[in-house]
C-alpha cells in the first residue's frame, strides 16, 4: 500500500531532551516535507526536501533540523526541544513540485514538551 | 507571507443539509486545493482546482477556483455523519523550488444524524 509513515504517533517529552521523529514514504516521491498544525493557526511548514541531500527551511524552521539521506527516509529532530514546539506534526511527500502533483500526508505525530 | 481567510470557523448541521465553506487570499495563487482531515489521521485531498472559474465535482462535493484567483468554494450536498471532519483549503503557486501549500485554519463539520 502506498503511504507515508510517522513514528511515533504520540510521543511526551521533557525540555531539552533531543528526539527524533522519522517520516518514511514508499512512493519513490522526491519532494518531502514537514509540517506542524496548531489550533487556530492550520497548517505551517517547517522544512521540505527536493530531493537526496537538498532541505531547505520553510515557514517555521527555528529550533527543528532534518535530513535527506535517503529518497524514502525525512526524519524531522528536535535537538533541545521547548514547551512551543509541542504540536501535532506532520510529513508529506510528492512525486515532485509541479502543479499536478498531489501530496500526501502522513497519520501525524502528537508531540508534548513538558 | 500570503495568507488564506477560512469561514466559518465551525459548522453544526443536521443530516441531510447541505454545507458551504469558502476561503479567501490577500493575493492570488495558481492552485486551490480542499482536504478533509479526520480525527487523528493526516489530511486528504478532496478536490484540486487548477483554472480560475473552474468548477469541479466529486460525488456530493463540488469546489469552484474564483475568477480572481483569490478565492475558492466548497460545497456538500445531502450532508451525512461521516461528513464529519475539519476541512481545509490551501492555495499553490508552482514555479519556483519549493511545493509548499499554505493552508487556512479550517472549518471544524459536525453532523447530527
Known amino acids: 500500500e502506498a503511504q507515508v509513515t510517522q513514528n511515533p504517533r504520540y510521543l511526551i517529552t521533557v525540555t531539552g531532551k533531543k528526539l527524533t521523529v522519522t517520516c518514511s514514504q514508499n512512493m519513490n516521491h522526491e519532494y518531502m516535507s514537514w509540517y506542524r498544525q496548531d489550533p487556530g493557526l492550520g497548517l505551517r511548514q517547517i522544512y521540505y526536501?527536493?530531493?537526496?541531500?537538498?532541505?531547505d527551511k520553510g515557514d517555521v524552521p527555528e529550533g527543528y533540523k532534518v535530513s535527506r539521506k535517503e529518497k524514502r527516509n525525512f526524519p524531522l529532530i528536535l535537538e533541545s526541544p521547548s514547551p512551543n514546539q509541542t504540536s501535532l506534526y506532520f510529513c508529506?511527500?510528492?512525486?515532485?513540485?509541479?502543479?499536478?502533483?498531489?501530496?500526501?500526508f502522513g497519520p501525524g505525530t502528537r508531540l508534548t514538551v513538558l | 507571507g500570503q495568507q488564506l481567510n477560512q469561514s466559518p470557523q465551525s459548522m453544526f448541521i443536521q443530516e441531510g443539509e447541505d454545507v458551504s465553506m469558502n476561503c479567501t487570499s490577500s493575493?492570488?495563487?495558481?492552485?486551490w486545493l480542499w482536504y478533509k482531515q479526520d480525527p487523528g489521521e493526516g489530511p486528504v485531498l478532496l478536490i484540486a482546482?487548477?483554472?480560475?472559474?473552474e468548477l469541479t465535482s466529486n460525488g456530493r462535493l463540488t469546489a469552484q477556483f474564483g475568477i480572481t484567483r483569490k478565492d475558492s468554494f466548497l460545497n456538500i450536498s445531502a450532508s451525512i455523519p461521516s461528513d464529519v471532519g475539519i476541512y481545509f483549503c490551501?492555495?499553490?503557486?508552482?514555479?519556483?523550488?519549493?511545493?509548499?501549500?499554505?493552508f487556512g485554519k479550517g472549518t471544524l463539520l459536525t453532523v447530527n444524524p
Open positions: 526536501s527536493m530531493n537526496v541531500e537538498v532541505t
Open positions: 490551501a492555495g499553490h503557486n508552482s514555479g519556483g523550488s519549493n511545493y509548499k501549500l499554505t
Open positions: 508529506a511527500s510528492s512525486l515532485g513540485v509541479s502543479l499536478y502533483n498531489e501530496q500526501f
Open positions: 482546482l487548477y483554472k480560475a472559474g
Open positions: 493575493s492570488i495563487f495558481n492552485t
